[in-house]
């Protein structure tokens, strides 16, 4: 079992930025990719980004791709989503989550996640 703890949103006008963070507990990210998802008021929960843990690439959603970077803390176990000029069609819950295993080609379904986090929400406004 891992157990997922977000943090670092809020409130910021557009073109601010944010970073996010996604802690886990229980057991190391170790074979793990870890991943990050937003929804919005009334939309479907979308991919925004994800890494491998061990080794491997980073992959983001073309609508964040160039704004937002993935890194990985090894000693905290912790993944962090920086997210620069943000625009208000980035307002939505975001979620992390981790999946055993994943291989390239599903690391962008949600259905391929096996742990969540509650989410933290993040408003672009001005």
């Known amino acids: 079992q891992i157990q997922l703890v977000e943090s670092g949103g809020g409130l910021v006008q557009p073109g601010g930025s944010l970073r996010l963070s996604c802690a886990g507990s229980g057991r190391s990210f170790a074979n793990y990719a870890v991943g990050w998802f937003r929804q919005a008021p009334g939309k479907e929960r979308e991919f925004v980004a994800a890494?491998?843990?061990?080794?491997?690439?980073?992959y983001y959603a073309d609508s964040v791709k160039g704004r937002y970077t993935l890194s990985k803390d090894y000693a905290k176990n912790t993944v962090i989503l920086q997210m620069e000029r943000l625009k208000p069609e980035d307002t939505a819950v975001y979620y992390c989550?981790?999946?055993?295993?994943?291989?390239?080609?599903?690391?962008?379904?949600?259905?391929?996640?096996?742990?969540w986090g509650q989410g933290t929400q993040v408003s672009v406004s001005s």
């Open positions: 989550a981790a999946g055993f295993g994943l291989i390239t080609s599903r690391i962008r379904g949600k259905s391929e996640y096996d742990y």
């Open positions: 890494i491998k843990w061990s080794g491997g690439g980073s």
